[in-house]
């Protein structure tokens, strides 16, 4: 690092840092939160600046496979016919001390690229790299775990599967519910324009009996005329698209005729004969029904063309190609939700009684983190229905529970004053929604990867508001010179639970702990740093933790 920072200060203090026990790297001890300190602000610019070297490397290894085995397109090659050129490719990763390569090539190719990486980090970086969790998978046969989520190749099927025989039977039924209920609407539309035409006929008719003529106070001709016109234009509109009403009155003004026939056309005058071939040619042109049922028939068979296609490609795509899938850890966030106190054995919602020390809003944000954070985390996962039914339901319902308990009420009278929404009021009576709702949570999904910050912060602690006369102290956010603070103590959810966060048997494989030390300690926090902490915004990163008080 000092090669790369030419600051000797910095680099003093980053050593006394790693001396005390502050900051430590430790590859592929745990994933999102494990390996990297929360104490420490400084913690992912300097895994940064540290592995440019490795990612330089990583990149250089990166083009020279692409120069040796280069990408050909298919109107490139010489036979084109049951030809599927796949060329070796190297696909590198990194999000702090979380390393993920992929080789599309042979064992051998595999094996040699991760003992050059294990070298690298072990040689050039000195790193400790944990030696059981470094290995190689087979991405199409097992779950590959990188950044709390698990990742499998599979067929394009398995990411976008067809309709399900239970599902194209709920599709036919909401299509004949839709025609049904436009043909309500059609049936009501023509009933009021019959009630409305008989009601006007009425009125034109009084109105001729009682005067000479029509004598109008008010001029509404135009208006009527609008009206009709209008309904004319959709009835019109409608006929047309009726095939078999075009077809009937089609029969009935061109066939048998006596018109047609010659010897009856040469007896008649020719203006007669020439005004009814123009009316034949009228009906030919707005009522033949064959140039629109040919045409209808040229759209089904253009529609079940591209049906044929779209499977013979999906067909092809399950034998040639591979997609990534990103599933969430659902076993071991079940794990996690019942560990920290969500949920009881049986896997419903229970309060937290810790958290009955804290304000109705407060409790609320902090449910309201923990939620928004796997939402947003989570929310390109394949499996993404599975974490919402988690916070919407186990989360949101603790979360009612623990507010009836703090208020020794039931659920129903803690329903009937927060709603399902989780509304509370500020000083000013505005009214705040900090938990998702039930329609922002539905709307969720399909997005892409946002940066994973690590939530632990949120629920792996507490923070308990101490009511002391102390003298104001400044916020120990960063870059925040507030004094408007209150004091805040520390309640760590490894010592509520009394367990030891490196026992992987009792506690969750993954979930971040924070350090023992800040246990028990009090800090005075503004009002806005509070609610970001609350809320999952930040972490003891943007804290300087050096700067707690004697909270008595």
Same mark, same amino acid.
């Given at each position: ?172 039924? @909401?299509?004949?519910?839709? +025609? %049904? $209920? ?5 049936? =009501?539309? !023509?009933?009021?324009?019959?009630? #409305? &035409? ?19 106070? @008010?001029?509404?001709?135009? +208006? %009527? $005329? ?5 309904? =004319?234009? !959709?009835?019109?509109?409608?006929? #047309? &698209? ?311």
């Amino acid at each position: 690092m000092q090669e790369k920072i030419e600051d000797e200060s910095l680099i003093n203090v980053i050593k006394r840092l790693f001396e005390c026990g502050a900051v430590r790297i430790e590859l592929g001890s745990c994933f999102f939160g494990r390996g990297f300190p929360q104490e420490s602000g400084l913690s992912s610019i300097l895994i940064n600046i540290y592995f440019n070297g490795f990612d330089k490397e990583i990149q250089e290894m990166r083009l020279k496979k692409n120069q040796e085995h280069p990408k050909f397109d298919s109107n490139e090659l010489v036979s084109k016919d049951g030809v599927f050129y796949k060329p070796v490719k190297i696909y590198a990763v990194r999000y702090l001390d979380e390393i993920l390569v992929i080789a599309s090539g042979s064992k051998m190719l595999t094996m040699d690229l991760k003992n050059w990486v294990v070298k690298h980090l072990e040689g050039i970086l000195e790193l400790k790299v944990d030696g059981i969790k470094t290995a190689i998978h087979s991405a199409v046969s097992e779950k590959i775990a990188f950044l709390g989520m698990e990742l499998q190749a599979v067929k394009p099927s398995v990411l976008n599967p067809p309709m399900s025989e239970k599902a194209m039977r709920a599709r036919k039924k @909401y299509i004949r519910q839709k +025609e %049904v $209920r436009a043909q309500e609407l059609k049936n =009501a539309r !023509e009933r009021n324009r019959k009630k #409305l &035409g008989l009601k006007i006929m009425s009125h034109v008719y009084k109105k001729s009996k009682r005067s000479d003529g029509f004598k109008f106070e @008010y001029q509404i001709k135009n +208006e %009527v $005329r609008e009206i009709f016109r209008t309904w =004319a234009d !959709e009835t019109v509109q409608e006929y #047309l &698209g009726s095939l078999e009403e075009r077809w009937d009155w089609y029969r009935k003004l061109s066939a048998g005729n006596f018109l047609s026939l010659r010897h009856i056309r040469d007896q008649l005058p020719q203006e007669l004969v020439d005004t009814y071939d123009k009316f034949q040619e009228q009906v030919d042109k707005h009522l033949n029904p064959v140039k629109a049922r040919r045409a209808l028939e040229d759209e089904e068979r253009r529609i079940k063309d591209e049906e044929e296609k779209k499977y013979a490609r999906g067909t092809v795509e399950d034998l040639t190609k591979l997609c990534v899938k990103a599933d969430a850890p659902i076993e071991l966030i079940r794990k996690m939700v019942r560990l920290i106190g969500f949920t009881n054995h049986m896997g419903r919602p229970r309060p937290i009684t810790l958290l009955t020390a804290l304000e109705d809003t407060d409790i609320i944000k902090w449910y309201a983190g923990i939620g928004r954070r796997w939402l947003e985390f989570y929310c390109c996962c394949h499996n993404f229905k599975m974490v919402k039914t988690v916070v919407t339901y186990h989360l949101r319902f603790s979360c009612i529970l623990t507010l009836a308990e703090k208020h020794e009420s039931t659920k129903r009278e803690a329903l009937k004053h927060f709603t399902k929404d989780l509304k509370v009021f500020d000083i000013n009576g505005n009214e705040e929604v900090h938990f998702p709702t039930e329609r922002q949570v539905k709307m969720m999904g399909d997005k892409n990867l946002s940066d994973p910050k690590p939530v632990d912060g949120t629920f792996s602690l507490a923070l308990i508001r101490l009511a002391s006369d102390e003298p104001p102290y400044s916020c120990v956010a960063h870059f925040c010179d507030k004094t408007d603070t209150v004091v805040y103590r520390v309640r760590l959810l490894q010592n509520r639970l009394n367990v030891n966060p490196v026992d992987e048997k009792k506690w969750v494989p993954g979930m971040g702990a924070i350090n023992e030390s800040l246990n028990l300690k009090c800090f005075p926090v503004c009002p806005d740093h509070i609610h970001d902490l609350y809320t999952g915004r930040i972490t003891f990163q943007d804290i300087d933790c050096t700067s707690f008080v004697d909270g008595g």
